[in-house]
């Protein structure tokens, strides 16, 4: 029986312990012994990148930010759905995500999508970057695994009202963001419609037919 491979290790601000393992052509990120992403369940990844890009994708000079690399997979929707001309904002805290996906060795990661003269990598808490990188047509947040944060408990705060309110402030008029969650989070869909979002829910299965379904929360801003 082929073993999982361990191919990367690191520490959250937090102290969670982040590991990147391979087992069989099959990357997966686990935090402290647990799931949080996988090169073979990436359908809700690669949609939230699409869905979050769909109402832009004709406009010149579009400019979304996504919220955690990841695998590379929202990176990747983004990309083949905006145009030529877009500028793609990455905000990841761990450096060593970075480099893991920038590995040519590791295929199946986002060497190629980082590579893309659209993308702009910002090594940093997305939280601060919502803080001070202008205005955005479209945000796409995956920071964590969503209001049960597993990554920091600092990402909690997106799901809370100031960060609501931050997101809300960084869009421009008619502007959409994105939320990617492992559960529904009606509580959370009642919190965006109070802090001036209009809503809708998108859910989408791991593996595109199968698997555990993914909730994507739209808001729109008005």
């Known amino acids: 029986m082929i073993k999982w491979k361990v191919l990367g290790q690191a520490r959250s601000p937090d102290g969670s312990a982040l590991v990147l393992v391979e087992?069989?052509?099959?990357?997966?990120?686990r935090v402290n012994g647990r799931e949080l992403m996988s090169t073979k369940r990436h359908a809700s990844e690669l949609r939230l990148g699409v869905l979050g890009c769909l109402a832009i994708a004709s406009r010149p000079k579009a400019r979304v930010l996504i919220g955690g690399l990841g695998l590379?997979?929202?990176l990747r929707g983004a990309l083949a759905t905006l145009g030529a001309d877009a500028e793609v904002v990455v905000a990841e805290l761990m450096s060593q995500v970075?480099?893991?996906n920038r590995n040519p060795a590791?295929?199946?990661l986002s060497a190629k999508e980082l590579a893309d003269p659209r993308t702009i990598l910002v090594v940093d808490d997305v939280f601060a970057v919502l803080g001070k990188s202008g205005r955005f047509d479209a945000i796409m947040l995956d920071a964590d695994n969503g209001t049960t944060a597993m990554m920091t408990a600092g990402n909690r705060a997106l799901y809370e009202t100031r960060g609501l309110r931050l997101v809300h402030g960084a869009l421009n008029p008619q502007g959409t963001v994105v939320y990617w969650s492992a559960t529904s989070e009606d509580a959370f869909e009642q919190l965006m419609k109070k802090e001036g979002f209009a809503t809708r829910v998108e859910r989408v299965r791991a593996y595109g037919t199968g698997g555990p379904w993914h909730t994507l929360l739209l808001g729109r801003r008005g």
Do not use: R
């Open 98 to 100: 970075v480099t893991w």
């Open 72 to 74: 590379g997979f929202t």
């Open 23 to 29: 087992h069989d052509g099959e990357y997966v990120l």
């Open 106 to 108: 590791f295929i199946g």
